[in-house]
């Protein structure tokens, strides 16, 4: 099909949830509207992560068929696939099941890690146009995106601003020990997905579960895919869609990163600000 007839078919095309805006164009391929904060560049970040978590890693991800670009956004055809959300049927799991999802995705977890960034790579997106605009959770509510950031040392540079910032509005003493810590860069940028939940999620037929929804994904610290998933946890709390059990398995799958957590919450103030 010509670029022209599958924008003609979308519009009038059902959607697979009615709760997600993607949509079955054909049998076997849907279509997804995906927007980056940059509008600007040339391509799509989140096909760019879809095809490099395809060629580089075993995980299960649905294959980009097309990206077709339009005024505002793309349009990205990609394969269907046919199963229900691990946020459906998570709660009829059994205990050694819901553990056997842990360690699936602490394997996916560890696949990621290993699509290291070169040490001229800047953090966030990936795209042929240079830095692009960080999308994370991270960020906090008020406003989720930052940057560009050229290097890993200017995202450094702007969280250590910020949590100074922040300890000034909470009056935190010029000798507090929190004034010492700084922002973990100690390990080098992973490739990450940062939106881990049972939402994102497909049970297949064959029982393998497939990974949805790169749109937030990109290269940042390890930790913040553990961060990002203890933030979605609690988003999903507050809209009253509790998974049970799944806030123990986030350590599992990411790693403990407790004290990065804490340090987090501690200049979160500091994110307040535009």
Not at 171 to 189: G, M
Not at 193 to 208: K, L
Request: net charge neutral; charged share 25%; proline share 7%.
């Amino acid at each position: 099909m010509k670029d022209e007839e599958i924008l003609e078919l979308q519009p009038k095309a059902p959607r697979v949830r009615a709760d997600y805006g993607v949509q079955r164009l054909t049998p076997g391929t849907v279509g997804k509207a995906s927007q980056d904060m940059d509008e600007d560049m040339s391509d799509a970040s989140e096909a760019n992560a879809l095809n490099l978590v395809f060629a580089k890693t075993t995980i299960p991800v649905p294959r980009v068929r097309r990206v077709i670009k339009r005024e505002w956004d793309y349009l990205i055809v990609s394969d269907y696939i046919k199963g229900p959300l691990l946020a459906d049927v998570w709660a009829t799991y059994s205990i050694w099941k819901k553990v056997c999802v842990a360690f699936t995705l602490r394997r996916y977890v560890r696949q990621l890690r290993q699509l290291k960034a070169s040490p001229t790579t800047p953090p966030g997106p990936i795209g042929a146009d240079g830095p692009r605009t960080c999308i994370s959770p991270i960020f906090g509510q008020i406003q989720h995106f930052r940057g560009p950031f050229s290097s890993y040392a200017e995202f450094s540079i702007f969280f250590n601003k910020r949590a100074k910032m922040g300890y000034n509005a909470d009056k935190l003493p010029e000798d507090h020990p929190s004034r010492k810590q700084r922002f973990d860069d100690s390990e080098a940028l992973v490739f990450s997905h940062q939106d881990i939940n049972p939402r994102n999620i497909i049970v297949a037929e064959d029982g393998r579960l497939w990974m949805i929804d790169w749109g937030w994904s990109g290269y940042y610290p390890p930790w913040f895919e553990y961060v990002a998933m203890q933030r979605q946890l609690q988003n999903e709390e507050v809209g009253g869609s509790y998974h049970k059990y799944w806030d123990l398995l986030i350590p599992f799958v990411c790693g403990p990163y407790f004290a990065q957590e804490k340090w987090l919450n501690l200049m979160s103030m500091g994110l307040y600000y535009s």
